[in-house]
């Protein structure tokens, strides 16, 4: 079967269903639910520990607590796609606040360079600079990197110089008026306001979507949570969280991982916000920074069911829109598979 | 003294070497920081409330638009013609559809796999069913648009010779029925399941068949829990955006024949957010007003379930 094979799991995707793969969207989807998970499990274990552990005494609390709880079950029915604007307009365009995503406001972590082509006419030279915006002053000798990454001096020539015999110093020679076009490089922590169309933006429209099913699966699980254990603990002379940290939390932790396991394999089937984030489907690698441009399973399914069928070929993209389908099936099965995994494992030490 | 195992809590055996001041001003801190978390989920509702009334406001701030025209309108053509029109009827006419086939599946089908479950499956196959019903409910939506595509549309035009277009509501709507099963169906039988042994026992105990006990004593009692799932998946089947985002098409029109291709509100928001299109225009805007109305329904029915399964929970206890 030509759809499953290794290469179909490594491969870009390409405009030739023959080769084409899934690995930058299996990447870009191991990203963005990794992300996700740390971003919103702490979120939403928080709350649901709020929620359940810590219910106020007075009435008017109890009240606000209650609008709390409804709020969330509404959370929890509002479709995903409503989240995705949210997410479009809040953190990806971080409304307009920041400038585009193309001049941001604020950066960390990018460096340029001015790249210019010799005089020799196939060698290039770059000049590290500041800023995307900064006038670069052209002096003799200043250092510069060629092609091959090595350090050299340029030699500059001014409108009345003469041309340099040697290929070699042609080679490390540009014109005094050269303008070279800008490049721009990405570290692994670059970090940019806005967030624009990347991994960050999008684990943070996913989060937005698991969050109300994480808490209220925590919130059962804690509630399962037997309380003449609490109960004891505060007679100890437990405070509100060391009952949680030392008797709700250890007691109900198999629970919450079950709910947990179960919230991602949601994140990694979910699409529709992440559509409206905007992901760049034919892409030929994974993401290197939380800013970078990225694809994911779901969405590369989605497009590649939407080519048309072409008759003639023997193999069409639908056929790989299977493949990828059942690749993502399989993970899917293997989150629910460790899930019951760890409620059965839970309910035999508890009994 | 104390005797300690590997069962007591480790902050029973170790003396606490902070003061209770110490220890107060971190748990306060705590306090703080989980409420913060807690909050943060008004945060997100008010959010996306602010943020779709705003926009929408700016929406119809624009000269192509009026309010009336989209409350009351029939056409909407966002993108071609020399007018533009936007009124929101053809796009709720595609939701509609969709739900209605939905329902018209998901609802017979899910309330009789939901009676069956919770009244006359043996507990061994209940402990088969149940799981694989919830592995159901866990396939991504985007997996469903697919088989609609691939499968359904191919199997009513060719199995069944039904006259269809290439991309239809109906197929759209089947595949949507699917989806919205097993919530029907897992929702149900635990409402089902919920209502006491007494009232069956009382029910037999009257001279009452199995069927007569499940469906004029036990369905009535759960009726409220069913109630909420069924609201609970219509606000599902009208927010689901990936398999009508394949399979239904994208041209918005008001029809009376669900073998056409349609658009629903969902559909509309993919295309726009999809398509090459400035960020600026009124196209782009429209979405939000879209938007504003698609969760204005969800949230509405949401809630109207919410309060349903709240007054069902308070019955029995």
């Known amino acids: ?48 520990i709020f929620l ?48 585009s995503e193309a001049d941001p ?33 052209l002096t003799q000798g200043m250092d510069a990197i060629d092609g091959n990454g090595n350090p050299i001096k340029l030699n500059i020539i001014g409108p009345d110089d003469d041309f340099p015999d040697d290929d070699e110093t042609l080679a490390r020679s540009i014109l005094s008026d050269a303008e070279g076009g800008i490049l721009k490089d990405y570290r692994w922590y670059y970090f940019r306001l806005p967030f624009g169309k990347g991994v960050f933006a999008a684990s943070l429209t996913l989060m937005l979507v698991i969050l109300p099913v994480i808490i209220i699966s925590t919130q059962e699980a804690l509630r399962a949570v037997p309380p003449s254990l609490k109960r004891a603990a505060e007679g100890l002379g437990c405070t509100p969280w060391q009952v949680v940290r030392h008797v709700s939390l250890p007691a109900a932790i198999p629970g919450i991982m079950t709910g ?3 919230a991602m394999s949601r994140a990694i089937g979910e699409a529709a916000p992440i559509l409206m984030i905007g992901v760049a489907v034919y892409i030929a690698r994974g993401p290197a920074h939380l800013m970078d441009k990225f694809s994911i399973l779901p969405i590369q399914i989605y497009y590649w069911a939407q080519q048309p069928i072409d008759s003639d070929a023997s193999l069409n993209f639908q056929h790989i829109a299977a493949g990828g389908i059942i690749v993502l099936l399989i993970i899917l099965f293997a989150f629910n598979s460790i899930a019951v995994l760890i409620r059965q494992l839970a309910q035999k030490r508890l009994t | ?70 409350v009351t309108g029939t056409k909407w053509n966002p993108l ?94 089947i595949a949507v029925g699917i989806l919205c099963l097993p919530t029907i169906a897992s929702l149900s039988e635990d409402a089902l399941r919920a209502v006491p042994g007494r009232l069956r026992e009382a029910a037999y105990g009257l001279g009452g068949t199995k069927f007569d006990v499940s469906m004029k004593v036990v369905v009535p009692a759960a009726l409220s829990g069913i109630i909420s799932a069924f609201l609970l998946a219509v606000a599902r089947a009208i927010g689901e955006t990936m398999i009508v985002a394949l399979a239904a098409g994208n041209m918005a029109r008001l029809t ?55 007054r069902f929970q308070e019955a029995y206890d």
């Open chain 2, 80 to 173: 071609l013609g020399e007018t533009k029109h936007f009124g929101i009827w053809p796009l709720i006419c595609g939701t509609m559809w969709v739900t209605v086939i939905a329902m018209a599946i998901a609802l017979p089908l899910g309330l009789v796999s939901a009676i069956y479950l919770a009244e006359y499956a043996p507990a061994w196959l209940r402990n088969i069913l149940k799981p694989s019903l919830e592995l159901l409910a866990g396939i991504p939506t985007v997996v469903y648009g697919f088989f609609a595509l691939v499968v359904i549309t191919p199997f009513l035009r060719d199995g069944l010779g039904i006259q269809l277009d290439y991309y239809n509501a109906l197929s759209a709507g």
């Open chain 1, 52 to 99: 359940q552990e810590f219910q106020p005494r007075n009435i008017w609390l109890r009240r606000l607590s209650a609008l709390l709880q409804l709020n969330i079950n509404n959370l929890a029915g509002v479709p995903s796609i409503v989240y995705g604007i949210l997410g479009l307009t809040a953190f990806s365009m971080m409304f307009g606040l920041f400038g």
């Open chain 2, 1 to 70: 003294m104390a005797i300690a195992n590997d069962a007591t809590p480790r902050i029973l055996t170790q003396r606490s070497l902070r003061s209770l001041g110490a220890t107060r001003v971190g748990e306060s801190l705590i306090y703080v920081a989980l409420a913060g978390c807690a909050l943060f989920t008004v945060l997100i509702t008010l959010s996306i409330i602010g943020l779709l009334i705003g926009q929408t406001l700016q929406f119809f701030s624009m000269p192509e638009t009026d309010v009336w025209e989209f």
């Open chain 1, 105 to 137: 406001l604020a950066e960390t972590g990018a460096t340029y360079r001015r790249q210019f082509i010799t005089e020799e006419g196939s060698e290039i030279v770059f000049v590290p600079v500041a800023s995307r915006d900064e006038v670069l002053e």
């Open chain 2, 256 to 310: 009376a024949d669900p073998r056409q291709q349609i658009q629903t509100m969902t559909g509309h928001m993919t295309q726009m957010a999809t398509g090459d299109i400035s960020n600026f225009g009124v196209e782009y805007f429209s979405i939000y007003s879209v938007a504003l109305v698609l969760f204005l329904i969800t949230f509405l029915l949401s809630i109207l379930g919410n309060i349903i399964r709240m």
């Open chain 1, 1 to 48: 079967m030509p759809a499953l094979s290794t290469d179909f799991l490594t491969n870009p995707p390409g405009p030739d269903p023959i080769d084409a793969g899934i690995g930058p969207a299996l990447q870009g989807s191991v990203w963005v639910c990794a992300v996700c998970a740390l971003v919103c499990l702490p979120l939403g274990i928080g709350t649901a």
């Open chain 1, 260 to 262: 947990a396991i179960l």
